[in-house]
């Protein structure tokens, strides 16, 4: 563990920025319709228990990370296949994230830019933050962050008057099975994959404040979601929010006289970012455990390389994102999200219940000494 510590406000924003990040752009809970709102509000109390188990598991296993509590309890040879598949899973991830944002980009903003030279140009910043470590991400959080709920507070104000509350009628028109299918995908989706944090968590400089600013800012991204959703919602109408591809971009546009789409762009700058910056480090940060390497640096630029690269190959077009991200990364995600980490919680409440041995020589000497 590289001497480096974190606060725990820096701890919130960094968290606050990867649980909004793709959320800019993308809504996970789209496929219940005009009912999103509700799945998302039962993925985000579905979200805060997944951070309690995350942070619990954090706890009870201090100063370790992901990579050191997998071989801890599971023994080096398991432990290490399962941290080699973790790293594939924090690299597959920034690379999904990269692809969303250089198709948004190239979409909206720069459509003759070649979607790998945007993503190109944004490695590169990235992999200077990431070099800097996780104490710099802290500070950059800091100043960066707080755009994210002010760009959404500015848009709303601008769209005050635009307004159609009937669109959130009829609720449950289909029933709860969309709503419950579409919750699933919003906690897999950003919740679940916070799982990266665990990676992270060590660098906090007060642990008994972990909880609270992990479920606080888990919290508050939900409540921030769900307000921009029910903004788009009455403000577009729920018709063309199922039409549309990047639905905050478009409710920007119905502003008259000024163009916040560079807002948008910001919010997807410092979100997707601080997203993609976390993934890196903690897949090189797990590449050196596994290896043994000191500096987690030296593997920082292959990562991202990688990241780019793979995110180019990934996907065909901006159609088949969209239906990998609702029909095929929810279930993918299970096992890193929801199985390996339960077990990992079970292991290590039972390693703490596990009562100590009584020390065997101590005792024939009490026993030797008691005859004499």
């Known amino acids: 563990m590289e001497k480096t510590q974190i606060s725990g ?26 009912d999103a709102w509700l799945a998302m509000i039962l ?7 997944l951070m309690w188990v995350y942070t619990t598991i954090a706890l009870l296993n201090p100063s370790k990370t992901l990579v050191e509590i997998l071989r801890d309890k599971l023994g080096k040879v398991i432990g290490t296949i399962l941290s080699v598949l973790y790293i594939w899973y924090f690299v597959h991830l920034a690379a999904l994230v990269f692809r969303n944002f250089g198709e948004f980009i190239c979409t909206t903003t720069l459509p003759e830019t070649p979607v790998a030279v945007v993503m190109g140009l944004f490695a590169l910043v990235l992999l200077y933050v990431v070099n800097s470590g996780i104490e710099v991400l ?41 709503v419950i299918q579409a919750a699933f995908v919003n906690l897999t989706f950003p919740f679940g ?29 939900s409540a921030l979601a769900i307000f921009v959703f029910a903004r788009d919602l009455i403000a577009l109408g729920s018709d063309l929010i199922a039409r549309a591809t990047f639905i905050p971009h ?24 601080v997203k993609i910056s976390v993934c890196i480090y903690a897949a090189a940060k797990g590449l050196s455990q596994v290896t043994g390497t000191h500096d987690y640096r030296s593997f920082s630029r292959a990562v991202i390389t990688f990241c780019v690269v793979l995110s180019v190959w990934v996907y065909e077009n901006l159609i088949e994102m969209f239906a990998w991200a609702e029909k095929l990364w929810p279930y993918y995600s299970i096992p890193f999200q929801f199985v390996i980490p339960l077990l990992l919680l079970l292991l290590s ?24």
């Open 193 to 221: 994959e916070a799982v990266a944090f665990l990676m992270v968590f060590p660098h906090l400089n007060r642990m008994d404040n972990l909880k609270k600013v992990v479920i606080s800012s888990t919290a508050t991204s």
């Open 9 to 34: 406000i820096q701890l919130y924003l960094i968290l606050l920025g990867f649980l909004f990040g793709s959320s800019v752009i993308l809504t996970p809970a789209l496929g219940a319709g005009r």
């Open 43 to 49: 993925a985000g109390v579905a979200g805060i228990l």
């Open 349 to 372: 409440l039972r390693g703490k219940n596990k009562p100590s041995q009584p020390n065997t020589e101590n005792t024939e000497t009490e026993s030797c000494t008691s005859d004499a």
């Open 250 to 273: 478009l409710t920007s546009l119905l502003i008259p006289e000024f163009n916040v789409v560079p807002l948008v762009d910001i919010n997807l700058l410092v979100g997707g970012g």
């Open 138 to 178: 802290g500070r950059l959080s800091e100043l960066f962050v707080l755009i994210l709920p002010t760009v959404v507070l500015i848009i709303s104000i601008a769209l005050i008057t635009e307004h159609d509350f009937t669109a959130f009628l009829p609720v449950l028109e289909d029933g709860m099975a969309p």
